[in-house]
């Protein structure tokens, strides 16, 4: 069985009310940092923004290590998950086997 990764329709949102600009997700996330188009980057007011939603190979890993919670990931096949740290599990066991 072969699953579309494609990233047609995924969204990631950052409330900025909620954020608090730690910049976690930007070091958790695998495709932030020192890529060629990073999900994440820091912008001029020193909170997280998003750069490139094509980027993100929904791992969930910005949105389960947010410690404030203003993090949310929308992309067809996530509706229907518990949280985004047991999505992440799952996506883990699945790349170990």
Known sequence: MVEDLENRGTLI???????MGCLECMDTCPQ????EFP???KGEDGFPRVANHDSCIRCLSCEAGC?????????PGL??????????AQLKCRTMF
Request: charged residues 40%; proline residues 0%.
């Open 13 to 19: 949102r950052i409330d900025l009310e909620r954020c």
């Open 32 to 35: 932030s940092g020192n890529t």
């Open 39 to 41: 999900v994440y980057e």
């Open 67 to 75: 410690r404030a919670e203003a993090i949310s990931i929308e992309a």
């Open 79 to 88: 509706k229907d998950r518990a949280t985004a740290a047991d999505m992440r």
